[in-house]
């Protein structure tokens, strides 16, 4: 992936510095579905850097001024133009516009520089702030998977079955809303 600017962002492959950060992030996990990244120190940060730093899937999000990580964006090819899409940001900098700003790039490259006819994204249905960022990006919620998938459990030890929706984007009417 080419590194992206935005007017307060950088989009760019992850580098050793940014562990502590993916740490901030990735030691707390606030949506069940990171759940499996949850990470405990500094040297199991480092390790996953290292992984993400070859992966084109995975995208770092940081300040344009400082280079501190924010947080990520993934975007895992499926078919030769279908891209499943998320993102996963530190509480510290919510509320600020950097998930809209960088999602706005991320779909701006995918449609014009990699070709994507269709992106979607899978989001929880208690996760407010992620079905908001994909209604604003006018997604189509094209279902809800009930009981979709497990990421926990409950106290008793049983799996607690997630409810799911999908939100959906065209390259077609992507571009009619940016015409707008």
């Given at each position: ?12 492959h ?13 030691g ?27 992966d ?7 300040l344009?001024?400082?280079n ?55 989001v ?28 926990t ?5 049983t ?22």
């Open positions: 992936m080419q590194n992206i600017e935005t007017q307060r962002l950088r989009l760019r992850f580098i050793e510095a940014d562990a502590q950060g993916l740490l901030e992030y990735l707390q996990p606030r949506v069940n579905c990171f759940l499996d990244d949850k990470i405990n120190t500094l040297q199991e940060a480092q390790l996953k850097i290292q992984k993400r730093s070859k084109d899937s995975y995208i770092a999000v940081c344009k001024d400082t501190e990580l924010i947080g990520e964006l993934f975007a895992l090819k499926e078919e030769p133009d279908t891209y499943c899409v998320g993102w996963n940001f530190n509480a510290r900098f919510e509320g600020k516009g950097y998930a809209s700003e960088s999602v706005q790039a991320l779909f701006q490259y995918l449609f014009t520089q990699m070709q994507a006819r269709r992106l979607y994204a899978y929880e249905d208690d996760n407010y702030r992620s079905q908001k960022l994909c209604e604003r990006f006018k997604m189509r919620q094209e279902g809800c998977f009930v009981e979709f998938v497990s990421m459990t409950y106290e008793d030890g799996p607690k079955y997630e409810n799911t929706f999908q939100y959906a984007l065209l390259k077609k009417e992507w571009l009619q809303h940016q015409s707008m």
